[in-house]
């Protein structure tokens, strides 16, 4: 099935994951501008009335760009919803989504048909990121136009299967777009997620180590000082399993590798979870590509130049 007209307009196949608290306007209209979709988690937006002032900042930067650039437009922005029933914000961020038509949304942590409609009903699309086939299955039947398959190794809350065995399982009964997320920090990543299947990749932790991103210095420090060994899986923090920088446990006086099992019925969402990754930063395993503090726009032409040398290595067209 061919992707979406809206995702085919992309200097690279890269969907900029959303980062809770670290993605800002600043970083989504880069990543846009740059040409690839750029993110942001609708609760990063604090006091509720302050996503409705980014979204008119984002959609008349994009147009002012897009005015001046006829000949290469911004690509366009998503917008995150944790769609689980403790999200008290949720009704009102999807008036709000709906009324400046933001062309894709992307659910987390449940797939709910009314949400899928919202979108619908304006004309956008819904992506929806699940960490195996059988909530992948759940998504498609509830109305999810697409599927982020979440796996082993990526940022945040991450899941546990190989990329290799979630995209085949998933593309064994589903045509529709598909990205990949897991330790995606390379051109050569993304060209790999293509190969096995998946129509785009969903880059986080290497976004986070730019000039616009929303996070501490010492956050961007330890991403690009790190590697795989420095990031620890753990469900302590928010009661969902999610991929944190090992030193900035230490740093919170905790043992990285004596953490106690979380509660899932006590998820935080909101307020309670920022308290949470203000102090706790997460990254990916894929963070020991990542070798400096670059702007965004520097990120994605790094990425994109990997991208062209790796088809041709392997005798694929540029």
């Not at 989504?28 to 937006?45: D, E, H, R």
């Not at 001046?68 to 999807?94: K, M, T, W």
Request: proline content about 6%; hydrophobic content about 45%.
């Amino acid at each position: 099935m061919p992707l979406p007209p809206i995702l085919r307009r992309l200097r690279l196949p890269v969907i900029g994951a959303p980062l809770f608290i670290v993605s800002n306007p600043d970083l989504v209209i880069a990543q846009c501008k740059a040409g690839v979709v750029g993110s942001f988690p609708a609760l990063n937006a604090r006091p509720a009335p302050m996503l409705e002032e980014w979204l008119k900042r984002i959609i008349g930067e994009l147009g002012e760009h897009d005015a001046r650039h006829p000949d290469r437009p911004a690509a366009p922005f998503a917008v995150n919803q944790i769609v689980h029933r403790s999200n008290e914000r949720l009704a009102h961020d999807l008036e709000v989504c709906a009324k400046y038509r933001v062309p894709i949304m992307i659910t987390s942590l449940g797939a709910r048909e009314e949400v899928n409609r919202a979108a619908h009903d304006y004309g956008g699309i819904v992506l929806h990121d699940v960490i195996n086939a059988t909530f992948a299955r759940k998504a498609i039947e509830k109305g999810a136009d697409g599927l982020i398959a979440v796996a082993a190794g990526a940022g945040g809350h991450a899941g546990t299967i190989s990329p290799f065995a979630l995209v085949q399982e998933i593309r064994a009964f589903f045509d529709g777009p598909l990205v990949l997320s897991g330790a995606i920090a390379t051109g050569g990543a993304v060209l790999a997620a293509q190969a096995m299947g998946a129509d785009l990749a969903y880059i986080g932790s290497a976004f986070i180590a730019t000039e616009e991103a929303n996070a501490q210095p010492e956050h961007k420090r330890m991403i690009v000082e790190g590697g795989s060994g420095d990031v620890v899986y753990t469900d302590f923090f928010s009661g969902v399993l999610a991929n944190f920088l090992r030193e900035s446990v230490k740093r919170a006086g905790l043992d990285p590798d004596n953490l106690p099992r979380g509660d899932k019925s006590q998820m935080k969402i909101g307020a309670d979870e920022a308290r949470v990754w203000r102090d706790i930063w997460s990254a990916g395993q894929g963070i020991g590509a990542i070798k400096g503090v670059v702007p965004a726009a520097e990120l994605v032409a790094r990425l994109a130049a990997e991208y062209r040398a790796a088809r041709i290595r392997i005798g694929v067209a540029a």
